[in-house]
Every structure is written in C-alpha cells, then in structure tokens.
C-alpha cells in the first residue's frame, strides 16, 4: 500500500484514491467511526462512504494521495 495511511485522512482535505485502476477525487465532509469517512466526489457531487470504495478489497495500485 502507497501513499496515506486512513488514519491520517482529515475533514476539509481533498484526496485521490485509486483501486483496481479505478480513480476517485473527493473532498472529506465528515469523519465516521472507525476510520470511515462520508465523502462528496469532486466532479459528480455525489456522497459516499471511503470504505464502500475497497469494500470487495484493495487492489495492487490501491494509493490515496492529498490534491490541491
């Protein structure tokens, strides 16, 4: 695993995460139990939960990275 560590993911940032060749950009809105986090996608608007990215497992290119 590359790039940030979970627990060091913090509300108001904004973060890449790629997994299975797959990218998401989003911006962490609220800070969930257990290291879970509630998200809203940077070009979709739409809100999700960090975990539901991985939930069937994290892939060789699994990286979560702070963007400006």
């Known amino acids: 695993m590359k790039g940030l560590a ?13 997994n299975f060749d ?3 950009e ?3 809105e ?3 139990f257990n290291y879970d986090f509630e998200a ?3 070009f979709t608007m ?4 960090i975990k539901d990215l991985f939930k069937f ?3 060789k290119d699994f990286e979560i990275l ?3």
Do not use: M, P, Q, W
């Open 22 to 24: 797959e990218t998401y």
């Open 30 to 32: 609220r800070a969930l």
């Open 57 to 59: 497992g994290k892939g």
């Open 26 to 28: 989003f911006v962490i």
């Open 40 to 42: 809203k996608d940077l």
């Open 66 to 68: 702070e963007i400006s």
């Open 6 to 18: 979970l627990s060091s993911l913090r509300v108001g940032k904004k973060y890449r995460l790629v």
């Open 46 to 49: 739409e809100r999700y939960k």
